[in-house]
């Protein structure tokens, strides 16, 4: 027996879990204002549906109230499968505003992304357009001219809103890791590519929902080394 079955969560928080957190990640988590019945979902291992390569351990385990460790593709549909209407992406290195979760929801569109700078050599911002056959990076400048509210081609899912009803229309597998060469395209961008050419939504930014990229440095437009 499920413990939602009792009152079904409506939203659902997912984060890839691969066995620690940071200390600042975990406070953050208990400072987010949550809308509505909600579950945690941790997957384990990368946010990818690896299943058939034979990679994911598929092994279900409810962990007292509030957590369902599992992979991705597997907790999205068992979230769907029990009332879920609504997916966060949050992942364990990103710390987000309190209130995060509410803005993401306030433009009333099904895919939204909030703005985190990737921990990399080049630290691009998590969003991508689409140009010549190969998706680009935003500079910091070019962000700094859009409104609240702008689209990309494709986006992180570090930090991501979706509504469950796109997974209902996209077909599976949902996300995908690119391994053929070393243009090839990431889950995320495998999503968001997919989600357009099936369902013909692409990403919306909220531009001023800025979170934090933790680790061995914090990541934005001036990078912050932390002891992390």
């Known amino acids: 027996m499920f413990f939602w079955e009792d009152a079904k969560p409506e939203l659902a928080i997912l984060t890839p879990y691969k066995g620690m957190v940071y ?19 941790e997957s384990t291992g990368h946010m990818i549906d690896r299943e058939r390569n034979g990679l994911v351990d598929n092994v279900l385990n409810i962990k007292q109230y509030d ?58 911002a998590s969003i991508r357009v689409f140009k010549d056959g190969k998706y680009y990076p935003i500079s910091n400048d070019e962000i700094d001219k859009q ?5 990309v081609d494709a986006c992180g899912a570090g930090y991501l809103y979706v509504d469950a009803e796109i997974f209902k229309r996209v077909s ?13 395209p990431s889950e995320d961008i495998y999503f968001s590519e997919k989600v357009w050419n099936e369902v013909g939504l692409k990403p919306m930014v909220d531009r001023f929902n800025v979170a934090k990229h933790i680790g061995p440095a914090e990541y934005g437009k001036e990078i912050t080394w932390t002891s992390g």
């Open 172 to 184: 599976r597998p949902w996300f995908v890791w690119g391994q053929e060469s070393d243009e090839s």
């Open 147 to 151: 409104g609240p509210y702008f689209f």
């Open 67 to 124: 957590e369902l460790f599992y992979s991705a593709d597997r907790a999205i549909e068992e979230s769907m499968d029990n009332g879920v209407r609504e997916i966060v992406f949050i992942d364990s290195d990103i710390v987000i505003p309190p209130d995060g979760i509410l803005r993401l929801r306030y433009p009333r569109y099904p895919l939204v992304t909030g703005l985190y700078w990737e921990r990399n050599l080049y630290h691009y």
């Open 23 to 41: 200390m600042q990640w975990a406070a953050n988590q208990e400072r987010i204002i949550i809308p509505t019945r909600y579950t945690r979902i």
